[in-house]
């Protein structure tokens, strides 16, 4: 059930995702972050299977924070997006996969570019100007396909984004009540109200 | 003549540097009985430390070093150079496949390690194509895992992990290369890296490895220019090249030499000279012929 939606601006990158926690009908959380702040200029959504998107999530987290530490600097956000469809794709092909989507956006500041990939639990992996997963995807790609543009400021970004939300909470039969918003541009990242 | 001058260093790694020429100063200062006695007695083991607190095969390694051909780089903002001077030569050996083979030069001392790393090498031949075959691997694995080319550094960390682990792992001898890599990367740029026998690296503007490499920093450091161009450079190397190599005349077959810089898409593009290039490089810079430019100098 989980919904997360992501798209790039003029040198930046919303990401964002619904903060529920469901079991079967039932809501058992309703401010949990499902956006993972892996370095300075890289967000990752995840959602898919309980259990599995946090452990997952936290692998990922904890190797790239290594990655950094032993490095000096951090892993670029393609170079990182690689790496992560790669333990996804390893996983996949192990006895127990992980079942875990990913929208991965970061802010590349060696050359000063945003990128946003968009991964699924196969390890399939794309670079994308906007990116859904979960029912909202249903809703809001048309939106975005109509209203996206990726030389828009962050005020519209967030505009844009706010139609999808909005067309969610419109259509889909069991909506979210809330979302966490995060930001990531040249000065890093920070969340945003919407 | 391996006690480096002080070191040129570009990314505050030169400290090994100096440490090693006040080692190599205690080296020479000792008396010379004492000194070959203890050496004899702890030399035989490259993981035993001498009571002075000393690893001598090490020591041994990076002197038969000093002896190999010499190998320069000099790093500039829009590139870097290397040369290196061919020990091998004569004129029975058969240099034919080295006209137009592979991606170019003889192969002898100058190798790619990956498409935005040259490495010159300097020390026994057979031990730097070991190297040079981990440190294509090495390349090659992280293009695999992270789909980027290797930052330079980490090329030259994982190379003297390698390095390292034969000062410490015993009954086995290190390797008697030093290195200097020639590379590209978005994080710093164009970089140039030396690595020594011990494992230790170091970054650097302008540096020399092997025979008269003290003579030729020393020239480096005297002519070195801040924000100098790849042209300036290339002129910088030969010149230096040519008052550094003991033989009188300069040319293709006593000297390798490669360039790295970016092409039209800014990706990085190293060229390794074949030898008619490097004949044609020395007659534009008027270096071809006798040692006219060192009288002048």
């Known amino acids: 059930m989980d919904i997360s939606f992501a798209l790039v601006g003029k040198g930046y990158v919303i990401v964002a995702s619904d903060t529920t926690a469901a079991r079967s009908i039932v809501k058992m959380k309703v401010d949990e972050d499902k956006i993972k702040v892996l370095s300075p200029h890289l967000l990752m959504a995840y959602s898919g299977e309980p259990g599995d998107t946090v452990q997952f999530a936290e692998y990922i987290e904890r190797n790239i924070r290594l990655y950094t530490i032993r490095n000096t600097h951090p892993l670029r956000p393609p170079s990182a997006a690689s790496w992560i469809r790669r333990t996804l794709a390893d996983s996949l092909r192990s006895r127990r996969p992980y079942a875990v989507n990913l929208l991965i956006g970061g802010y590349d500041t060696s050359t000063h570019t945003p990128h946003l990939y968009w991964v699924d639990y196969l390890g399939t992996m794309s670079e994308v100007p906007f990116g859904a997963h979960g029912y909202g995807a249903y809703f809001g790609l048309s939106l975005l396909d109509r209203y996206h543009d990726p030389e828009a400021p962050l005020e519209e970004g967030l505009a844009t984004l706010r139609r999808c939300l909005d067309e969610v909470a419109k259509r889909l039969v069991v909506t979210p009540e809330k979302y966490k918003v995060k930001v990531v541009d040249k000065d890093g990242v920070r969340e945003v109200e919407i | ?297």
């Open chain 2, 1 to 297: 003549m391996h006690a480096r001058q002080s070191p040129i260093d570009a990314y505050a790694l030169g400290w090994d540097a100096s440490t090693r020429s006040v080692q190599l100063k205690v080296l020479r200062a000792l008396p010379s009985t004492s000194y070959s006695i203890m050496a004899r007695r702890y030399d035989s083991r490259t993981t035993i430390f001498s009571p002075e607190g000393r690893l001598y095969q090490i020591e041994y390694a990076m002197e038969a070093i000093s002896h190999a051909g010499t190998v320069l780089g000099v790093l500039s903002k829009d590139g870097v150079v290397l040369a290196a001077e061919k020990k091998v030569t004569g004129k029975l050996l058969d240099m034919s496949g080295s006209k137009e083979g592979g991606y170019g030069g003889s192969g002898e001392k100058i190798f790619m390690l990956n498409s935005n790393v040259v490495a010159g090498v300097a020390g026994i031949t057979a031990d730097a194509n070991s190297l040079v075959n981990y440190a294509r691997q090495a390349a090659q694995r992280h293009l695999y895992m992270y789909n980027e080319d290797i930052p330079v550094e980490l090329l030259a960390q994982r190379l003297c992990d390698l390095k390292q682990g034969y000062t410490q792992y015993g009954g086995l001898r290190p390797f008697g290369v030093s290195l200097l890599y020639a590379g590209y990367d978005p994080h710093y740029q164009f970089q140039l890296y030396h690595s020594d026998p011990s494992g230790n690296y170091s970054g650097w503007k302008a540096t020399c490895i092997g025979a008269n490499n003290g003579t030729a920093t020393s020239l480096l450091k005297q002519e070195y220019k801040e924000d100098i161009s790849v042209e300036d450079a290339i002129e910088l190397v030969l010149r230096t090249m040519s008052k550094t190599m003991d033989s009188t005349t300069l040319g293709s077959e006593k000297l390798e030499f490669a360039t790295l810089t970016l092409d039209a898409d800014k990706k990085p593009k190293a060229k390794v000279y074949k030898p008619a290039e490097i004949d044609a490089l020395l007659q534009k810079h008027g270096l071809a012929k006798k040692e006219e430019d060192t009288a002048s100098a």
